[in-house]
């Protein structure tokens, strides 16, 4: 089991962004964060007395931008997390950050608190194409970072780069690929750009003010990731994520194998006793909320035996090595066959899918076509 932390402050909304952060000023940002982090705490409470065996192995601090929050209060907050909920003796604690929001103080009082792990939105190394998806931070900020990261001990390092961007094309994302390699990080994930409804990008696009790159190029980028990256020595795991031998993400594999965590936060969801959870996400009603004691739900559902193994099917395919048949009978004391046979062999004669070493697991075209998979199994 884990924990994952929602940090829903952003200093600027970057213009493809739909996550849950709002932008804080200076002037109301100091009060507003002490009543937030005093909610998570009560939030953490309220599920330790729910759910207090444990074991947690992973804390996971995401955003938002959670490094705008003063390190030392932080630190404060990792400190009572590790302390009052039953985590191992060493859970994985990573935070993610904006390569321009992490400093060597910070860095150090980061290490010193626990964390672990940094995962960095690095997102592209040409300052003109950060530019155009709204990102506050320049290239150089993130080898500046990443040295900073290093220095204060912290060796896991995940960046984030994005593909499919206004602008992009094969060469800028080789250069961004070769770039990220150049400065050795331990985990890279390659996110395709998504338009969301609702967002500046994607009002630009419908007004024909911004081209993106066409979805063959988006496949070749892909593509070029997996090559430039395997050639490298990094194993690709997950359809968008790669890793040093050894280095996966500990936190995101309870994802994978649809396993429970508590999402403390708002706006954040959790997976806690066969139920799944969203909190509302509105701060301010979350703070309101704890306040009074009370969870800030806006969703509370149990989840049903067909629902969880439809759940851990369409996760678990995401992962390259697939689901283990002997794992899904020992979980569901039903074969995998026996509840999708019609799916799966759709899969296998699409050419999707393939049963190897008695896994089930996706193709080189299943991973490109990996909407089509997970869809197979939802009943
Ligand atoms: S920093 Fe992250 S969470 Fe904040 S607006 Fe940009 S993409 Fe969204």
């Not at 626990?114 to 080898?143: C, K, P, W």
């Not at 331990?186 to 409804?197: D, G, K, M, R, V």
Request: hydrophobic share 40%.
């Amino acid at each position: 089991m884990g924990v994952y932390v929602h940090i829903p402050f952003c200093a600027r909304k970057c213009h493809y962004c739909d996550f849950h952060s709002i932008v804080v000023g200076e002037a109301d940002f100091p009060g507003l964060v002490d009543s937030y982090l005093v909610s998570l705490r009560r939030e953490a409470l309220y599920y330790r007395k729910l759910w207090a065996n444990g074991p947690l192995d992973s804390l996971f601090f995401g955003g938002g931008t959670p490094t705008l929050i003063p390190p030392e209060k932080l630190a404060q907050l990792i400190a009572f997390l590790l302390a009052e909920l039953p985590f191992t003796s060493d859970p994985e604690v990573t935070i993610e950050a904006n390569p321009q929001s992490v400093t060597p103080q910070g860095a150090e009082l980061l290490a010193g608190a626990g964390v672990n792990r940094v995962s960095l939105g690095a997102q592209a190394f040409q300052n003109e194409l950060l530019t155009a998806i709204g990102r506050l931070h320049r290239a150089e900020d993130i080898g500046a970072s990443v040295r900073s990261l290093r220095s204060a001990g912290i060796r896991e390092i995940n960046l984030d780069l994005m593909f499919g961007l206004p602008g992009q094309d094969l060469a800028h994302w080789r250069a961004t690929l070769e770039a990220a390699l150049a400065l050795e990080p331990t985990h890279l994930s390659c996110y395709a750009l998504i338009l969301e409804p609702g967002t500046p990008l994607a009002s630009w696009h419908e007004q024909g003010l911004v081209e993106l790159p066409g979805e063959d190029e988006q496949a070749d980028m892909y593509q070029l990731a997996r090559e430039v990256l395997q050639g490298a020595g990094y194993e690709h795991y997950e359809i968008s994520n790669f890793c040093l031998p050894g280095h996966r993400c500990r936190h995101n594999l309870l994802y994978w194998h649809n396993l429970p965590f508590i999402g403390l936060g708002s706006g954040a969801t959790g997976y806690l006793g066969g139920c799944r959870y969203q909190n509302a996400p509105d701060v301010e009603g979350y703070i309101r909320s704890w306040a009074e004691g009370k969870p800030p739900y806006l969703t509370w559902e149990e989840v049903g035996r067909d629902q969880e193994m439809d759940e851990t099917m369409m996760v678990g395919m995401r992962l390259l090595e697939g689901v283990s048949e002997a794992e899904f009978r020992r979980r569901f004391q039903v074969s995998l066959r026996e509840v999708y046979g019609e799916a799966v062999e759709q899969l296998l004669q699409q050419g999707l899918a393939e049963e190897k070493d008695g896994r089930l697991r996706v193709t080189e075209l299943g991973l490109f076509l990996e909407n089509r998979v997970s869809a197979a199994f939802l009943r």
